[in-house]
């Protein structure tokens, strides 16, 4: 989740407030909106300037998708996110709608029926991943991704290395609904509970903490 600071870039407390936050899932990503899932909607998200994002929507574009629609001929997938404009020619293929920027994220997400991160490179938690699981919906990804949200249960996520593995995922959540719902509600119910409280309240103890320490050295007398 991106965090936008008016002000106060350079005081310590804007820089904790801004990591407590990180990994906050709050109302917005729930999928309280949006209306029914598109029965054939695979969604991609990143922010398409970074170069494990680019190569994941490529990877997705050229090499899964046409695995997916050769089954489902009308599934087709959107691409949202930050300079999506950006990427190559090739996101005019059949079956992309390339959105970029979306004001209400939270309604693509709730619209999608499988949110699909084909990472290849990847670092650190992956929170394009945490803002999915938290609206519901159902997420295929690859090992590498899942290597970021440890420990993870291995029920949550649908998981698959190359393109064949990822488009199998992909096609049996479009063809099962009940079972893609019953994956996003099992990780809506984990992300809520992990994220919302424990990341949040672990950063805000760590922040308190050292506020804390810095006015205790700020008072202390100087000894000469």
Same mark, same amino acid.
């Given at each position: 989740m991106e965090t936008q600071v008016a002000g106060g870039i350079g005081r310590p407390e804007a820089a904790e407030r801004i990591r407590s936050d990180r990994h906050r899932i709050g109302s917005e990503g729930h999928g309280s909106g949006g209306g029914p899932r598109e029965p054939a909607r695979p969604l991609f998200l990143g922010n398409h300037k970074v170069f494990h994002n680019r190569d994941a929507a490529r990877f997705l574009v050229r090499e899964i998708l046409p695995l997916v629609r050769a089954q489902v001929p009308d599934a087709t997938l959107d691409i949202v996110g930050k300079d999506a404009?950006? !990427?190559?020619g090739w996101t005019r293929a059949d079956g992309v709608r390339v959105l970029g920027y979306v004001p209400h994220l939270e309604d693509a997400l709730a619209r999608a029926a499988?949110?699909?991160a084909p990472h290849r490179f990847a670092a650190g938690v992956q929170t394009k991943v945490v803002q999915a699981l938290a609206a519901g919906t159902p997420v295929v990804t690859t090992p590498l991704e899942r290597e970021g949200l440890t420990p993870i249960p291995a029920d949550l996520l649908r998981v698959g290395e190359t393109a064949?593995?990822?488009a199998a995922?992909? !096609?049996? !959540?479009?063809?099962? +609904?009940?079972?893609?719902?019953? !994956?996003g509600a099992r990780g809506r119910e984990w992300a809520r509970a992990r994220f919302q409280w424990e990341f949040s309240v672990r950063a805000f103890?760590?922040?308190?903490?050292?506020v804390a320490m810095?006015?205790?050295?700020?008072?202390? +007398?100087?000894?000469a």
């Amino acid at each position: 989740m991106e965090t936008q600071v008016a002000g106060g870039i350079g005081r310590p407390e804007a820089a904790e407030r801004i990591r407590s936050d990180r990994h906050r899932i709050g109302s917005e990503g729930h999928g309280s909106g949006g209306g029914p899932r598109e029965p054939a909607r695979p969604l991609f998200l990143g922010n398409h300037k970074v170069f494990h994002n680019r190569d994941a929507a490529r990877f997705l574009v050229r090499e899964i998708l046409p695995l997916v629609r050769a089954q489902v001929p009308d599934a087709t997938l959107d691409i949202v996110g930050k300079d999506a404009e950006s !990427l190559g020619g090739w996101t005019r293929a059949d079956g992309v709608r390339v959105l970029g920027y979306v004001p209400h994220l939270e309604d693509a997400l709730a619209r999608a029926a499988v949110f699909v991160a084909p990472h290849r490179f990847a670092a650190g938690v992956q929170t394009k991943v945490v803002q999915a699981l938290a609206a519901g919906t159902p997420v295929v990804t690859t090992p590498l991704e899942r290597e970021g949200l440890t420990p993870i249960p291995a029920d949550l996520l649908r998981v698959g290395e190359t393109a064949p593995e990822i488009a199998a995922q992909v !096609l049996d !959540l479009i063809r099962n +609904p009940a079972a893609a719902a019953e !994956l996003g509600a099992r990780g809506r119910e984990w992300a809520r509970a992990r994220f919302q409280w424990e990341f949040s309240v672990r950063a805000f103890e760590a922040a308190a903490a050292r506020v804390a320490m810095r006015h205790e050295l700020r008072d202390a +007398p100087v000894i000469a």
